[in-house]
Nanobody, 124 residues
Framework: QVQLVESGGGLVQDGGSLRLSCVASGGAFSARAMGWFRQAPGKEREFVATISGSGGNENYKASVKGRFTISRDNRKNTVYLQIDSLKPEDTAVYYC?????????????????WGQGTQVTVSS
């Protein structure tokens, strides 16, 4: 069983930055692609970024490219999401998710394990 614990969310001003972290336990971290999703109030959960098990392949939601950077440290069983130039529309609960495969994925139903989420609020 894989457990994921996110941290790093908070309240920031428009234009600010945050780095979200997600620590995984349960083994085989490097064999799992990881993803970040977010859910804003009243909206469906949406894909944000994904990274393959080796870290060699990344993919992003088009609207966050250039502002969001996903990375991972397989020695620390941790995946990160660096968020720069934050905008009020980035306000959401951000979720970390793990797949049972090396391949990066952009759809939520491709992921087997989910964290509890961390709140990001951007004030204008």
């Amino acid at each position: 069983q894989v457990q994921l614990v996110e941290s790093g969310g908070g309240l920031v001003q428009d234009g600010g930055s945050l780095r979200l972290s997600c620590v995984a336990s349960g083994g085989a971290f490097s064999a799992r692609a990881m993803g970040w999703f977010r859910q804003a109030p009243g909206k469906e959960r949406e894909f944000v970024a994904t990274i393959s098990g080796s870290g060699g392949n990344e993919n992003y939601k088009a609207s966050v490219k250039g502002r969001f950077t996903i990375s991972r440290d397989n020695r620390k069983n941790t995946v990160y999401l660096q968020i720069d130039s934050l905008k009020p529309e980035d306000t959401a609960v951000y979720y970390c998710a793990a797949r049972s495969t090396l391949l990066a994925g952009t759809k939520s139903d491709e992921y087997n394990y989910w964290g509890q989420g961390t709140q990001v609020t951007v004030s204008s």
